[in-house]
T-cell receptor, first 114, second 113 residues
Framework: DQQVKQNSPSLSVQEGRISILNCDYT??????FLWYKKYPAEGPTFLIS?????DKNEDGRFTVFLNKSAKHLSLHIVPSQPGDSAVYFC?????????????FGKGITLSVRP | NAGVTQTPKFQVLKTGQSMTLQCAQD?????MSWYRQDPGMGLRLIHY???????DQGEVPNGYNVSRSTTEDFPLRLLSAAPSQTSVYFC????????????FGNGTRLTVT
């Protein structure tokens, strides 16, 4: 059973426009959410996170929104740049101390057209 | 500052062969883990360790062994390779701090024929 779902496998946007990447989860015990970005032939790199006590976290061009009642989060990139073209993974965890583990979605491939 | 280093970058094995994927980190992170990435499957946790001498299973542990004799190293052993283990393997580490993010290596692409 997939606990973190990224239902859209790909997204294409024009440079300068907003990119909105969506993620849904089913486990109500998840209390911390992260987005990772991955370029080909590289490992994923941490992008931004949000705790369940917040509904928004912003870092430069990247903003993550969390809707706990809907078990939904989204990553907004404004403005989108060609260098943002990558695979984006949504991940979630429920804090259980040292053993806290991340559950990842399948990823969304973002293409930003110049 | 090397971060998380994985070797080799590429490997081809025949069915039944064994090998060890190496992972080392220089950030003094207590927590280390192995993931595999398959098309359409995202990243799935194989094994993890919260410190030297302590390991535990993740979501897909079958066919893999791990050990953690030092803080820096966390090798992943394939005992008898199978085509189903063809994948890209990522090692990752983090501190034990609450909600600290994982730092990933650049992966090992393994093909089992």
């Amino acid at each position: 059973d997939q606990q973190v779902k990224q239902n859209s496998p790909s997204l294409s946007v024009q440079e300068g426009r907003i990119s909105i990447l969506n993620c849904d989860y089913t486990n109500s015990m998840f209390d911390y959410f992260l987005w990772y970005k991955k370029y080909p032939a590289e490992g994923p790199t941490f992008l931004i996170s949000i705790s369940s006590i917040k509904d928004k976290n912003e870092d430069g061009r990247f903003t993550v929104f969390l809707n706990k009642s809907a078990k939904h989060l989204s990553l907004h990139i404004v403005p989108s740049q060609p260098g943002d073209s990558a695979v984006y993974f949504c991940a979630a965890s429920s804090f259980t101390g040292a053993n806290s583990k991340l559950t990842f979605g399948k990823g969304i491939t973002l293409s930003v057209r110049p | 500052n090397a971060g998380v280093t994985q070797t080799p970058k590429f490997q081809v094995l025949k069915t039944g062969q064994s090998m060890t994927l190496q992972c080392a980190q220089d950030m003094n992170h207590e927590y280390m883990s192995w993931y595999r990435q398959d098309p359409g499957m995202g990243l799935r946790l194989i094994h993890y360790s919260v410190g030297a001498g302590i390991t535990d299973q993740g979501e897909v542990p079958n066919g893999y062994n791990v050990s953690r004799s030092t803080t820096e190293d966390f090798p992943l052993r394939l005992l008898s390779a199978a085509p189903s283990q063809t994948s890209v393997y990522f090692c990752a580490s983090r501190t034990q701090g609450i909600n600290s993010p994982l730092h990933f290596g650049n992966g090992t692409r393994l093909t089992v024929t």
